[in-house]
C-alpha cells in the first residue's frame, strides 16, 4: 500500500516552460488537494477536488490548473512557470466526509525551482 | 478570507524544557489539526480536536482547543531532541474539508 505518491521529486524549469505534477493515491479516497509551502511558511491549498471530474480553486490558484479524470490521480499543471512559482509542492487526500475524525494523507512531496 | 498565526515563529529550548505554540484564527473553525514537519519532509497528523474547550494529551504533548473554538494551543513537557521540527496548526472550516494551515513553530532542542 502505498499512500500517496508524487512524481517527480524534482525539477528545473526555465521561466516560461510548462509542466505537470502527479498524485497518484492507492486508497479510493474521495477528496484531494495541492498544497504549495515556501520557505518557512505554512502549506497554503492552490486547488482541490471532492471526486472525479470535479475541481475548485483554493487559495493561491492563480496560474496553476487540475484535473481529475481519474479518481486516484490528480494533476496539477503550470502552463507557463514563473520564478514565484519555485516551492515545495505537497498533495494530500482524504475519505468523504462520512468517515469522520480521518486526517489528510500527504504525499513527499515536489521541489521545484524555477530559473 | 481566513487567517491562521502562530506564535511564536521560532523557539530554541535546551532538552528538558517545557515548549508552547499558540494558534489563533481569524474565524470560528469546524475542527483544528496539528501536524508536525520535519526538515525535508512532509507534515505528519499528530491529533485533531473538534469539541469547543477540548483537551488531548499524547504523552508529553497536550493540545486544548478554545471555548470560542478560534484558538489552539500545543505544549510539550520536558522537550528532548526528538521533539524537533515545525509545529503547524490546521483550522478546518466551510465545505470539502478544506484546511487554511497556521504559519508555523520552529522548534529547536539543544542538550
Known amino acids: 500500500n502505498a499512500g500517496v505518491t508524487q512524481t517527480p521529486k524534482f525539477r528545473v524549469l526555465k521561466t516560461g516552460q510548462s509542466m505537470t505534477l502527479l498524485c497518484a493515491q492507492d486508497m479510493n479516497h474521495e477528496y484531494m488537494y495541492w498544497y504549495r509551502q515556501d520557505p518557512g511558511m505554512g502549506l497554503r491549498l492552490i486547488h482541490y477536488?471532492?471526486?472525479?471530474?470535479?475541481?475548485a480553486k483554493g487559495e493561491v490558484p492563480d496560474g496553476y490548473n487540475v484535473s481529475r479524470l481519474k479518481k486516484q490521480n490528480f494533476l496539477l499543471g503550470l502552463e507557463s512557470a514563473a520564478p514565484s512559482q519555485t516551492s515545495v509542492y505537497f498533495c494530500?487526500?482524504?475519505?468523504?466526509?462520512?468517515?469522520?475524525?480521518?486526517?489528510?494523507?500527504f504525499g513527499d512531496g515536489t521541489r521545484l525551482s524555477i530559473l | 478570507g481566513q487567517q491562521v498565526m502562530q506564535i511564536p515563529q521560532y523557539q530554541h529550548v535546551q532538552e528538558g524544557e517545557d515548549f508552547t505554540t499558540y494558534c489563533n484564527s481569524s474565524t470560528t473553525l469546524s475542527n483544528i489539526q496539528w501536524y508536525k514537519q520535519r526538515p525535508g519532509g512532509h507534515p505528519v497528523f499528530l491529533i485533531q480536536?473538534?469539541?469547543?474547550?477540548e483537551v488531548k494529551k499524547q504523552k508529553r504533548l497536550t493540545f486544548q482547543f478554545g471555548e470560542a473554538k478560534k484558538n489552539s494551543s500545543l505544549h510539550i513537557t520536558a522537550t528532548q531532541t526528538t521533539d524537533v521540527g515545525t509545529y503547524f496548526c490546521a483550522g478546518e472550516t466551510g465545505t470539502a474539508s478544506k484546511l487554511t494551515f497556521g504559519t508555523g513553530t520552529r522548534l529547536q532542542v539543544t542538550l
Open positions: 494530500a487526500s482524504l475519505p468523504d466526509r462520512a468517515q469522520y475524525d480521518q486526517p489528510q494523507h
Open positions: 477536488s471532492v471526486g472525479e471530474g470535479t475541481t
Open positions: 480536536l473538534v469539541k469547543s474547550g
